[in-house]
């Protein structure tokens, strides 16, 4: 254990002290841990779904969860049930075989939801496009409020991403609680 | 096992790993087969194409000496050809899986139910259908999927999936439990089956690098290389010395950098969250020097037809390797809790065993194999550049279980990071980029690399007009998706994420 702790004191807490090259990317990243924080109060819940995405987006995704960008610090959490979640963060273009699965999940959804598509191939299809086995881009399928493009986008972009969607929707200025 | 014993018509494809070709007849395609299995080697793939030549169906076996591409060509109308899999039961998946894209049929074959093809497609056999398949059809179902029952008292089923409770690609797990007790796990995957295999042949062969390098994202430099292997040698490119060198220095970076991905999250599985926040943090600082050093954090684009995207400079070098000292110092003391840790050994040792001779017997392959005492790891037994200069080393356990997959992958990681070291401190100069001058007739490639789950498989054959005629792109996890099936049997149903992450296997790279 204290091997354990001895490792935890170590290492420190990288959120805070950005090292000298990554000092624009820090700054950026608290810029909009504060601005989330303004603006949710509370917390924010996302349900993830891979739509048929080749797991980049998937690794940035989990990305954000690490110390950096210490995602879950902020209240924003990813969920195991669409029914629990504020937010849909869908990646891929959507295969076919993912479609009814996906506007499934959309469906227990509580309202209001917010959708955002992540990803180049979520955005508009990708280099995959559209096929016989694929519907291209998310909002061939379920209505999307936001758009992250790139292929992955960085964790910096998703968090930027997410605060856009949230801010561009009307129920947005959500009281604390 | 010597060539000359299978009595074939073999040509040499130009790749640095030994490629050869051969057209077989029926009894031809039995005969490799089973020569191939008396031998101990290996089935790696099974595929089909058609186009100007006609039909045919395509395996490639893995053997000592190198691999053989054998191809037996169908007559017009014949849609059969002899069943591998009593010799190599890994060929069952990928025989239903060339049915269903393919129209070919395996003569005689136990299991004949569909697999990617879920009953959406306004197309049958989208591969073998000339000009392109009508597009996605809506509105219909998926059909009901005749899994096997277990039956018995107190036995009841679990489905899971295809939207999984965490971030993790979609696939169907149907779990046949008593109390906690796994009996049977049957698995049913393509759900993001997005049509890679005919969206090839919509792309010009020298930008169809980039779809490679979306067949499975964290695989990326993997493919990438297989397939810009696959058309040099179908073009006879050589390539430029200090490019090889920035491939496998990209393909060493890949590695370790899944390695750390993998140790935090099996951390976090056994309920020990602080091997997740160390292990995603050397990640992130690793992934940040990639995106420097390569242009992107996955290093996607990187690799290109002919060498590489662009040189690496002085500096950058010079960064990664202090960058290797640092992460060595780290991960030897995180090892050392990990290996100390008694809830983390508890949760690890035993669980999820596959034995050494039932990975021999299912040809469990790449890094879960070497886990479970299959010494097979192309980086070790092929002379090509650069790791024949550096003289990887192969890691092996014997336990099979999750607790000698963690420890595989430490000892992995300290073998890659000396080789990155070695790679930058003997970096050759010169070029990194060739012409690849398209042939004006048609011809075929293969390209073989040991990617960090295990090997990857290009196969590659341009048209006479230089269109992609066919790509095949096989994933190791085809091989291991149904051995952890097996591994799980017995463990109870909380073990099975710590079980399936332990072998972190590819759905986008099997569904394609």
Redesign the interface.
């Given at each position: 254990m204290w091997q354990i702790l001895r490792q935890i004191v170590r290492t420190g807490i990288v959120t805070e002290p950005p090292p000298a090259l990554d000092a624009a990317l820090k700054d950026e990243v608290r810029r909009i841990h504060d601005e989330l924080l303004a603006i949710l109060g509370s917390a924010l819940a996302i349900r993830q779904v891979d739509a048929g995405s080749c797991n980049g987006c998937e690794l940035e995704i989990h990305a954000l969860n690490n110390p950096y960008y210490n995602i879950e610090g902020l209240g924003i959490h990813f969920v195991a049930s669409p029914r629990h979640a504020d937010m849909l963060l869908v990646t891929g273009p959507v295969s076919r075989h993912m479609e009814e699965a996906l506007r499934r999940t959309y469906d227990a959804t509580p309202q209001p939801r917010l959708v955002v598509a992540l990803g180049d191939c979520a955005c508009d299809g990708g280099i995959f496009g559209e096929s016989y086995a694929s519907c291209g881009r998310v909002s061939n399928v379920i209505p999307v409020d936001a758009v992250v493009p790139g292929c992955p986008p960085p964790p910096l972009e998703i968090l930027r991403g997410i605060l856009a969607a949230v801010k561009m929707n009307p129920r947005g200025g959500r009281q604390a609680g | 096992m010597r060539f000359a014993e299978l009595h074939l018509d073999l040509q040499r494809l130009s790749a640095p790993l030994p490629i050869w070709h051969a057209r077989v007849d029926r009894a031809g395609w039995i005969a490799v087969a089973a020569q191939v299995a008396q031998a101990r080697g290996r089935l790696l793939s099974v595929w089909g194409r058609s186009g100007s030549t006609g039909p045919s169906v395509c395996a490639a076996f893995a053997t000592p000496e190198g691999l053989v591409w054998a191809e037996l060509p169908l007559a017009g109308a014949e849609d059969r050809y002899p069943d591998l899999s009593d010799t190599f039961a890994c060929a069952t998946r990928m025989q239903r899986s060339l049915a269903d894209l393919g129209g070919l049929h395996a003569d005689h074959a136990n299991d004949r139910r569909p697999w990617l093809d879920?009953g959406?497609?306004?197309?049958a056999a989208?591969l073998a259908t000339a000009g392109?398949?009508?597009?996605?059809?809506?509105g219909t179902?998926?059909a009901d999927y005749p899994f096997v029952r277990v039956e018995g008292d107190g036995v009841h089923e679990i489905a899971v999936g295809?939207?999984h409770?965490?971030?993790?690609?979609?696939g169907h797990f149907r779990f046949s439990v008593v109390g906690e007790k796994v009996l049977r796990l049957e698995q049913h995957l393509?759900?993001?089956?997005?049509?890679?295999e005919?969206?090839f042949t919509e792309l010009a062969p020298l930008q169809a690098y980039?779809?490679a390098g979306?067949?499975?994202?964290?695989m990326?430099v993997a493919y990438a290389w297989a397939y810009a292997m696959a058309l040099e040698s179908a073009c006879g490119t050589s390539v430029p010395e200090r490019a090889e060198w920035l491939r496998a220095l990209m393909l060493e970076r890949e590695r370790v950098a899944n390695h750390l991905?993998d140790l935090g999250a099996l951390g976090n599985d056994a309920a020990l969250a602080?091997g997740?926040?160390?292990f995603?943090?050397l990640?992130?600082d690793w992934?940040?020097l990639s995106?420097r050093a390569f242009g992107h954090?996955?290093m996607?684009d990187a690799v290109v037809p002919g060498g590489v995207a662009g040189d690496l400079s002085l500096s950058l070098r010079d960064e990664q390797r202090r960058q290797c000292d640092e992460l060595e110092r780290e991960v030897r003391?995180?090892r050392?809790?990990y290996d100390?840790?008694a809830g983390l050994q508890d949760r690890f040792m035993g669980t999820g065993r596959v034995t050494p001779e039932l990975a021999a017997r299912l040809g469990l392959a790449g890094m879960a194999g070497r886990a479970s005492g299959q010494a097979v790891d192309l980086r070790h037994d092929h002379d090509w550049q650069p790791y024949r200069a550096l003289q990887a080393r192969i890691a092996t356990q014997q336990g099979g279980d999750v607790a000698a997959r963690v420890a595989l992958r430490f000892d992995e990681l300290a073998e890659s990071l000396r080789l990155i070291r070695e790679l930058c401190a003997r970096l050759p100069e010169g070029g990194v980029a060739a012409v690849v001058q398209l042939p004006g007739h048609a011809v075929q490639g293969a390209g073989w690399v040991e990617g960090w789950r295990g090997e990857v498989l290009v196969a590659l054959s341009l048209g006479a007009e230089g269109r992609i005629e066919r790509c095949h792109a096989h994933d190791p996890s085809w091989q291991n998706w149904p051995v952890l099936e097996h591994a799980v049997i017995g463990n109870i149903v909380p073990d099975f994420p710590l079980i399936n992450k332990s072998f972190n296997l590819?759905?986008?790279g099997v569904?394609l």
């Amino acid at each position: 254990m204290w091997q354990i702790l001895r490792q935890i004191v170590r290492t420190g807490i990288v959120t805070e002290p950005p090292p000298a090259l990554d000092a624009a990317l820090k700054d950026e990243v608290r810029r909009i841990h504060d601005e989330l924080l303004a603006i949710l109060g509370s917390a924010l819940a996302i349900r993830q779904v891979d739509a048929g995405s080749c797991n980049g987006c998937e690794l940035e995704i989990h990305a954000l969860n690490n110390p950096y960008y210490n995602i879950e610090g902020l209240g924003i959490h990813f969920v195991a049930s669409p029914r629990h979640a504020d937010m849909l963060l869908v990646t891929g273009p959507v295969s076919r075989h993912m479609e009814e699965a996906l506007r499934r999940t959309y469906d227990a959804t509580p309202q209001p939801r917010l959708v955002v598509a992540l990803g180049d191939c979520a955005c508009d299809g990708g280099i995959f496009g559209e096929s016989y086995a694929s519907c291209g881009r998310v909002s061939n399928v379920i209505p999307v409020d936001a758009v992250v493009p790139g292929c992955p986008p960085p964790p910096l972009e998703i968090l930027r991403g997410i605060l856009a969607a949230v801010k561009m929707n009307p129920r947005g200025g959500r009281q604390a609680g | 096992m010597r060539f000359a014993e299978l009595h074939l018509d073999l040509q040499r494809l130009s790749a640095p790993l030994p490629i050869w070709h051969a057209r077989v007849d029926r009894a031809g395609w039995i005969a490799v087969a089973a020569q191939v299995a008396q031998a101990r080697g290996r089935l790696l793939s099974v595929w089909g194409r058609s186009g100007s030549t006609g039909p045919s169906v395509c395996a490639a076996f893995a053997t000592p000496e190198g691999l053989v591409w054998a191809e037996l060509p169908l007559a017009g109308a014949e849609d059969r050809y002899p069943d591998l899999s009593d010799t190599f039961a890994c060929a069952t998946r990928m025989q239903r899986s060339l049915a269903d894209l393919g129209g070919l049929h395996a003569d005689h074959a136990n299991d004949r139910r569909p697999w990617l093809d879920h009953g959406l497609w306004a197309t049958a056999a989208p591969l073998a259908t000339a000009g392109a398949p009508a597009g996605a059809a809506a509105g219909t179902l998926p059909a009901d999927y005749p899994f096997v029952r277990v039956e018995g008292d107190g036995v009841h089923e679990i489905a899971v999936g295809p939207v999984h409770a965490g971030i993790i690609e979609p696939g169907h797990f149907r779990f046949s439990v008593v109390g906690e007790k796994v009996l049977r796990l049957e698995q049913h995957l393509g759900y993001v089956h997005k049509g890679i295999e005919r969206r090839f042949t919509e792309l010009a062969p020298l930008q169809a690098y980039r779809l490679a390098g979306r067949v499975s994202g964290d695989m990326t430099v993997a493919y990438a290389w297989a397939y810009a292997m696959a058309l040099e040698s179908a073009c006879g490119t050589s390539v430029p010395e200090r490019a090889e060198w920035l491939r496998a220095l990209m393909l060493e970076r890949e590695r370790v950098a899944n390695h750390l991905g993998d140790l935090g999250a099996l951390g976090n599985d056994a309920a020990l969250a602080f091997g997740l926040a160390q292990f995603s943090r050397l990640r992130e600082d690793w992934q940040r020097l990639s995106q420097r050093a390569f242009g992107h954090r996955f290093m996607m684009d990187a690799v290109v037809p002919g060498g590489v995207a662009g040189d690496l400079s002085l500096s950058l070098r010079d960064e990664q390797r202090r960058q290797c000292d640092e992460l060595e110092r780290e991960v030897r003391r995180l090892r050392h809790i990990y290996d100390e840790h008694a809830g983390l050994q508890d949760r690890f040792m035993g669980t999820g065993r596959v034995t050494p001779e039932l990975a021999a017997r299912l040809g469990l392959a790449g890094m879960a194999g070497r886990a479970s005492g299959q010494a097979v790891d192309l980086r070790h037994d092929h002379d090509w550049q650069p790791y024949r200069a550096l003289q990887a080393r192969i890691a092996t356990q014997q336990g099979g279980d999750v607790a000698a997959r963690v420890a595989l992958r430490f000892d992995e990681l300290a073998e890659s990071l000396r080789l990155i070291r070695e790679l930058c401190a003997r970096l050759p100069e010169g070029g990194v980029a060739a012409v690849v001058q398209l042939p004006g007739h048609a011809v075929q490639g293969a390209g073989w690399v040991e990617g960090w789950r295990g090997e990857v498989l290009v196969a590659l054959s341009l048209g006479a007009e230089g269109r992609i005629e066919r790509c095949h792109a096989h994933d190791p996890s085809w091989q291991n998706w149904p051995v952890l099936e097996h591994a799980v049997i017995g463990n109870i149903v909380p073990d099975f994420p710590l079980i399936n992450k332990s072998f972190n296997l590819s759905y986008s790279g099997v569904d394609l």
